[in-house]
T-cell receptor, first 109, second 114 residues
C-alpha cells in the first residue's frame, strides 16, 4: 500500500503557482520523498526528491516539513502543459516505487 | 540512447496468445523495473533487476508472467496465454543503481487482449 495521502484533484490558473500537498506521516528516517508526474499517454516523469531539506530544480520546489510528515510540491508558474497526475512517493533509495492514486492537476487558462 | 525505449508501443493480442514486450534502458543503468498500469490507476510494481540478476519478482501476478535481462541491458517481459485482465500499459524504468536517483520511465507498451 502507498504510504502517502494526496488530494485526488486540484485546479490551478495558468501562470499562478500550483501547490500540491502530500501527507506521509509514517515516513521513516532513511526514506526519501519523491515526486513524479504522468502526462496522458506517457510514462511517469521524475520531478524532484528530497530527504529533509527543501530542494529546488528547474522544474519545481519541494518543501518538507521539519517533522517530515508532510511535503508540498510547488510549480511556481503553472502552464497548460503542467496538466498531469502528480504522484508523491516515499522510498528507500534504490528500492521500487509504490505509487498511490496521485493528484490530478488541471491547469486552466 | 537518450531515454528508456519500449517496443512495441501498442500490442493487440488474442486471448491465449503469448506476447513479448521489450525494454531498452538507458545505457549503463544498473537497475531496471517493470510496472503494470491499469486504466485510471497508478503503476504497480512487477519485478526488479540489478544488472542481469532478478532480485525481486514479488509483483508478478501469476506464473504466466516471466521477465529476463540476460546480459544486464535489454529486458523482455513475457506473458503466456494472455487473458483479458492482462490488458494494461506495461512500463519499464531504469536508474543508475543504488542511491537516491530518480528513475527514468519509458512511454510504455499498451497491451489489449481481445
Amino acid at each position: 500500500d502507498a504510504k502517502t495521502t494526496q488530494p485526488p484533484s486540484m485546479d490551478c490558473a495558468e501562470g499562478r503557482a500550483a501547490n500540491l500537498p502530500c501527507n506521509h506521516s509514517t515516513i521513516s528516517g532513511n526514506e526519501y520523498v519523491y515526486w513524479y508526474r504522468q502526462i496522458h499517454s506517457q510514462g511517469p516523469q521524475y520531478i524532484i526528491h528530497g530527504l529533509k531539506n527543501n530542494e529546488t530544480n528547474e522544474m519545481a520546489s519541494l518543501i518538507i516539513t521539519e517533522d517530515r510528515k508532510s511535503s508540498t510540491l510547488i510549480l511556481p508558474h503553472a502552464t497548460l502543459r503542467d496538466t498531469a497526475v502528480y504522484y508523491c512517493i516515499v522510498n528507500n533509495a534504490g528500492n521500487m516505487l509504490t505509487f498511490g492514486g496521485g493528484t490530478r492537476l488541471m491547469v486552466k487558462p | 540512447g537518450a531515454g528508456v525505449s519500449q517496443s512495441p508501443r501498442y500490442k493487440v493480442a488474442k486471448r491465449g496468445q503469448d506476447v513479448a514486450l521489450r525494454c531498452d534502458p538507458i545505457s549503463g543503468h544498473v537497475s531496471l523495473f517493470w510496472y503494470q498500469q491499469a486504466l485510471g490507476q497508478g503503476p504497480e510494481f512487477l519485478t526488479y533487476f540489478q544488472n542481469e540478476a532478478q532480485l525481486d519478482k514479488s509483483g508478478l501476478p501469476s506464473d504466466r508472467f516471466f521477465a529476463e535481462r540476460p546480459e544486464g541491458s535489454v529486458s523482455t517481459l513475457k506473458i503466456q496465454r494472455t487473458q483479458q485482465e492482462d490488458s494494461a500499459v506495461y512500463l519499464c524504468a531504469s536508474s543508475p543503481g543504488l542511491g537516491d536517483y530518480g528513475y527514468t520511465f519509458g512511454s510504455g507498451t499498451r497491451l489489449t487482449v481481445v
